[in-house]
Structures are given as structure tokens and as C-alpha cells.
Antibody, heavy 123, light 113 residues
């Protein structure tokens, strides 16, 4: 059974930084494309970014609102994926979900979701 | 970026009746080389992460009741709940994964009339 467990959410001031972690189990992590999705309180889902498997290049893509501020990385030896968030803004306040796709959908159709971790950006 | 627009924003349907949610993409999400539409549907109940219902526009995820079906191609897609049950009250989202960013629709709230 695939399990994704996020951690690291916290209250942070505007301009601050935070790193979220996601521990994955029950899957062949080295093959996995991992995606972060966020949801602001009472709002819809927003795709944040994904990281490809090392076999597929290990590169990451980002949504425009976070590009240049957020960085996704992975540590295959520990089945971990990270979201480094810098220069945080109040509009980054959201629950952040770590997710995994249905195989062969290019990180697309998201079959597995963590429970999410809350990031609050406020002074 | 591909913009996904759902309609309606909210929908109230009687128990046992059909519910239909539409999703339109600003450009085609049909990949011609494999004839697949890169479109997924999700259900999100209050306080829970989303659940994948449909991918490739019409492939039902394992464990999803067969009253849920997806259809459409290119830029226009539909999620149909053939006979609404009380447990189907939720927000439904479409998402394209044709190209990054993998954008979501704004969501459709489905309620019981």
C-alpha cells in the first residue's frame, strides 16, 4: 500500500523560508514522479510542481506563482521528496499535499495523496 | 498555461438522479500519437484529500463505483454520476496533465436537492 506522509508545515513570516518533507513507502520510489499540490483555505486545488525520476532526468517543473522561489528535490536512498519554499508570501498559505501519479501518466493522474501539511504565512 | 473551466460552479441533484459536470480546456489535451486525452477527474469530500475517479478522460480508477463515468475528447469533457447517492456530495475537479503546469479546474460543488 502506497503511503505518503508530509511534515514540516508551520507558521512563518512573509519573506521567510520553510522546507516540507514527504516520506514515501509502498512503492518503487526510484521510478516515481512526485508532485506537490496545494489548497488554500476554502479554495480549490493548485498544482505546485513535480520532480521526475532520476531515470527520466530528475528535473522539476513549477507553476508560475512559485517558480524561482520553490525548489523540489528528492533523496531516493531514503524515499523522500522535499519542497523548499523561500521568499514566502501570504498567498502561499495552504495545505500542501505530496502526491504520486498513476504509472505512465507522466506525473499526471494523481492516484495517491498524503494527508497534507499546513503552511501559514502571516506576520 | 492550459486553463481548465468547469461548469456549473455548483449543482444540486435529487437522490437517484443523474448529475453532469462539464470541463473545458483552453487547448486540446488529446495527444495524437497515442490518441489519449490527458484529463483526470477527482472527488474531494470535506476534510479529506482528493480521490482520483477517472483518468485518460474515461478510465475509471480501481474501486470507483461504476455510476461514475467520464467522456469527451479534445477540449470538452464530462463527468457523469448516473444515479446520485448521498455519499457523492463533494467538490469535483478536472485536471489536465497534457503539459506542465498540470492545471485544475476551479471545482464544482455537488449537493443533494
Amino acid at each position: 500500500e502506497v503511503q505518503l506522509v508530509e511534515s514540516g508545515g508551520d507558521l512563518v513570516k512573509p519573506g521567510g523560508s520553510l522546507r516540507l518533507s514527504c516520506a514515501a513507502s509502498g512503492l518503487t520510489f526510484t521510478d516515481a514522479w512526485m508532485t506537490w499540490v496545494r489548497q488554500a483555505p476554502g479554495k480549490g486545488l493548485e498544482w505546485v510542481g513535480l520532480i521526475r525520476s532520476k531515470y527520466d532526468g530528475g528535473t522539476a517543473d513549477y507553476a508560475a506563482p512559485v517558480k524561482g522561489r520553490f525548489t523540489i528535490s528528492r533523496e531516493d536512498a531514503r524515499n523522500m521528496v522535499y519542497l523548499q519554499m523561500n521568499s514566502l508570501k501570504t498567498e502561499d498559505t495552504a495545505v500542501y499535499f505530496c502526491t504520486k501519479d498513476v504509472p505512465f501518466t507522466g506525473g499526471g493522474a494523481i492516484a495517491f495523496w498524503g494527508q497534507g501539511t499546513l503552511v501559514t504565512v502571516s506576520s | 498555461d492550459i486553463v481548465m473551466t468547469q461548469s456549473p460552479d455548483a449543482l444540486a441533484v435529487s437522490l437517484g438522479e443523474r448529475a453532469t459536470i462539464n470541463c473545458k480546456s483552453s487547448q486540446s489535451v488529446l495527444y495524437s500519437s497515442n490518441n489519449k486525452n490527458y484529463l483526470a477527474w477527482y472527488q474531494q469530500k470535506a476534510g479529506q484529500p482528493p480521490r482520483l475517479l477517472i483518468y485518460w478522460a474515461s478510465t475509471r480508477e480501481s474501486g470507483v463505483p461504476d455510476r461514475f463515468s467520464g467522456s469527451g475528447s479534445g477540449t470538452d469533457f464530462t463527468l457523469t454520476v448516473s444515479s446520485l447517492q448521498a455519499e457523492d456530495v463533494a467538490v469535483y475537479y478536472c485536471q489536465q496533465y497534457y503539459t506542465t503546469p498540470h492545471t485544475f479546474g476551479q471545482g464544482t460543488q455537488l449537493e443533494i436537492k
